[in-house]
């Protein structure tokens, strides 16, 4: 069985993706709040436990799907596990040295970083795996993880900077600034939004699909002296680029805090 830990909204978004992928393994979820449970079980059909223990007793792949300040205190209260389980972390910036050992020598740990947009069955997840990790169980975490979106397998030392750049609220945040923006000039907030989303998503989905370089496309798409040359000239020179780069910076510091945490 499929046991959450964390009744959160990451985990509704893998559960509602794998529901979609129609899944067909068990799952259970755990978390105090259970408000939480409820609207889980009748939105996804899920099996509910609110005794954490009862919860890691049925577990044949833990998923730990809580906050980075509280990932010590839930595996402080679980305690050893007397049996072979796979636990996965999603729990960003605490590392693989952290979690190895904490539920005991037969508990084998992976992290995951899924994308809410796993819920559309669209989403990337990146993933890497402790030294003494089966590739055998490796296979079975990347094709659950497969069954909601693309899978990266990637070294730790490079989560962090997975972790920053591939939040889906960079588009979000785009969507929302460029279509706040027109709406200035004059448009309407379901025009705007409109343009906004066409130049964002339908632009990346070219790139992805069509097979063109990403420097052919801009140059296509912002010819010397047009419209579109004019406001990315403006946007560079007022700090775009550099702006971007202290916000990921920024996102880095938080993750290395989450490492510190004890």
Same mark, same amino acid.
């Given at each position: 069985m499929i046991v959450f830990l964390g009744g959160g909204r990451i985990t509704a978004a893998l559960v509602a993706g794998l529901r979609l992928a129609k899944f067909e393994e068990p799952i259970l979820v755990h978390d105090r709040n259970a408000d939480k449970l409820q %609207?889980? !079980?009748k939105e996804y059909r899920v099996a509910i436990? =609110?005794?954490? *223990? @009862?919860?890691v007793k049925l577990a044949r792949v833990l998923v730990v799907a809580v906050r980075p300040n509280a990932v010590r205190g839930l595996l402080q209260e679980i +305690?050893?596990?007397k049996r072979s389980v796979t636990a996965i972390s999603l729990a960003a910036g605490i590392p693989l040295s952290k979690l190895r050992g904490t539920l005991g020598p037969s508990v084998r740990w992976a992290r995951a970083m899924p994308s809410p947009v796993c819920r559309s069955g669209h989403g990337l997840t990146a993933l890497t795996f402790d @030294?003494?990790?089966? %590739? $055998? /169980? @490796? %296979?079975?975490v990347m094709n659950l993880f497969e069954k909601v979106g693309s899978v990266l397998q990637i070294p730790? $030392? !490079?989560f962090d900077a997975f972790t920053v750049t591939? &939040? =889906? $609220?960079?588009g979000y945040h785009a969507l929302a600034t460029l279509a706040g923006a027109a709406e200035k000039l004059g448009l309407t907030r379901k025009v705007a939004l409109t343009a906004a989303a066409h130049a964002l998503a339908d632009g990346i989905v070219a790139w992805r699909e069509g097979g063109i370089s990403l420097d052919a496309l801009l140059s296509e798409s912002a010819t010397p002296g047009g419209i579109a040359r004019a406001a990315m000239a403006a946007m560079d020179s007022s700090g775009y /680029? *550099? &702006?971007?780069?202290? +916000?990921l910076r920024a996102g880095m510091a938080r993750a290395r805090g989450n490492a510190r945490l004890e």
């Open positions: %609207r889980l !079980k436990e =609110s005794d954490l *223990r @009862r919860a +305690g050893e596990v @030294r003494r990790f089966p %590739r $055998s /169980a @490796r %296979r079975d730790e $030392s !490079k591939y &939040s =889906s $609220s960079h /680029a *550099r &702006s971007i780069a202290r +916000g």
